[in-house]
């Protein structure tokens, strides 16, 4: 859909991504283990308002509306009604209009839709915010938890980790369609670790996966289902990561870039947005993601581009699987050819479109009501050049979000333009 206003990210901020593997997070093998514990999600939620508030200079009353973007807050943390939550984090805030969106995995980008559609009805400057914290709950009661982004009824019973036997499913499906290798999904994990080895914010970024390691199944890298079908298709690098976080960023339009005292050329601009929902109570084609290509297509189409004229995305890579299905969807491959675009280079950090350049959810992390507001973060940081380490040097004007929720069913695309 093309904006009835322009709108603009300003800034933002991400706390750190944290869980098992990141040497920051508190767990029973961690030296501070007994004596301190891990962020709360009301210190994690506060902690990135408070950073995107210092980065964009935004004075808190001048804020119009507050969105917030969350899953399963009262299965981990026992915690819902987040508008309220967020209205909590600054006394400015207070009576102003808040509230929390829901849609699986892709919470931030509906909290993202949301702020965009305020700012087309008027508001000036919206304040949007995604957080998760699922790291309370043990891996099977987690995946439990999780599974109620799947159809519960008729899904559940597939295996104790019910999301990533669905995505090894597309797996079997794909290699027994196309061919695919151990090797080829291997690719996905090594860039997205590498890439995470840049980034200090991500949950990962002190972990090292060789191709070696990605490619084979061995004790460190292990096949984990119990499903005796679809374990042989997946291992522990083909996965995004259980993860703590909350990222925050500032929507303005051009009067609320102006109140921040800040020039169109600071920002990256919104143009065009794509939302598709497929029905939950049917499962399509495991060989291809349609609900991206649709939601993808949309956004490209009303900002008035195509694939090609993209510079820079960051797309939903929850398994390696799902980030090889989304280039197919936005047209770099056709269907069985997906893993050539990384073979042949077209997507790492150097080059001609990178994609998920902070590690993306295998790597950066996947604190599920985050991803959709990380992601749109992630290429305004890109385009005005604060990445640090894992800044892409090209030039950047055009890039683009995919956000999915559950298996292909909500999707969420922006394609967002470098203001210069």
């Known amino acids: 859909m093309t904006l009835a206003r322009r709108a603009f990210i300003a800034g933002g901020a991400h706390t750190a991504y944290i869980g098992k593997g990141n040497p920051d997070f508190i767990w029973k093998g961690h030296k501070d283990f007994g004596s301190r514990e891990n962020p709360d999600i009301e210190q994690t939620l506060q902690a990135a308002v408070d950073g995107a508030i210092a980065d964009t200079g935004v004075n808190p009353a001048d804020i119009d509306r507050l969105y917030i973007g969350n899953f399963v807050g009262e299965l981990f943390v026992n915690q819902g009604h987040l508008g309220a939550a967020l209205v909590g984090t600054n006394p400015a805030f207070e009576n102003k209009p808040a509230a929390r969106l829901e849609a699986a995995c892709a919470s931030g980008g509906l909290a993202m839709l949301a702020g965009l559609d305020a700012i087309a009805a008027g508001a000036d400057l919206v304040l949007v915010a995604g957080v ?52 080829d999904l291997g690719r996905f994990a090594v860039k997205a670790y590498a890439n995470a080895n840049k980034n200090p914010l991500a949950h990962m970024r002190a972990a090292k996966v060789s191709l070696e390691q990605a490619s ?110 989304t ?34 959810l295998v790597g950066f992390g996947h604190p599920v009501g985050a991803t959709g507001v990380k992601q749109p973060l992630e290429i305004f940081r890109q385009m005005k050049g604060l990445a640090g380490d894992y800044q892409v040097k090209q030039p950047l004007r055009w890039g683009l979000t995919s956000n999915m929720g559950g298996d292909d069913k909500t999707v969420v695309s922006l394609t967002i333009r470098n203001v210069e």
């Open 132 to 183: 998760e914290i699922q790291t309370t709950a043990s891996a099977r009661a987690g995946g439990d938890f999780l599974a109620r982004a799947s159809h519960y009824r008729r899904q559940r019973g597939l295996d104790d980790f019910t999301f990533p036997a669905l995505f090894a499913r597309r797996i079997k499906a794909y290699t027994e369609a196309y061919g695919l290798s151990g090797e």
């Open 216 to 325: 084979a199944t061995s004790d460190k890298n292990p096949n984990f289902l119990a499903n005796a079908e679809l374990s042989p298709y997946l291992r522990i690098t083909d996965c995004s990561q259980v993860s703590d976080g909350a990222s925050v960023l500032i929507l303005a339009s051009e009067a609320g870039m102006k109140k921040l005292g800040r020039s169109l050329s600071d920002s990256a601009e919104i143009v065009g947005t794509g939302h598709a929902v497929s029905s939950l109570y049917v499962d399509g084609d495991p060989t291809e993601l349609s609900t991206v290509r649709a939601a993808t297509s949309g956004a490209m189409a009303s900002a008035g581009i195509t694939v090609q004229d993209l510079n820079i995305a960051e797309v939903h890579d929850c398994f390696t699987i799902a980030e090889l299905l």
């Open 327 to 360: 280039y197919e969807a936005l047209g770099l491959a056709k269907k069985g050819d997906g893993a050539a675009v990384l073979r042949d280079g077209l997507t790492t950090l150097d080059g001609a479109l990178p994609v998920n350049t902070g590690g993306g």
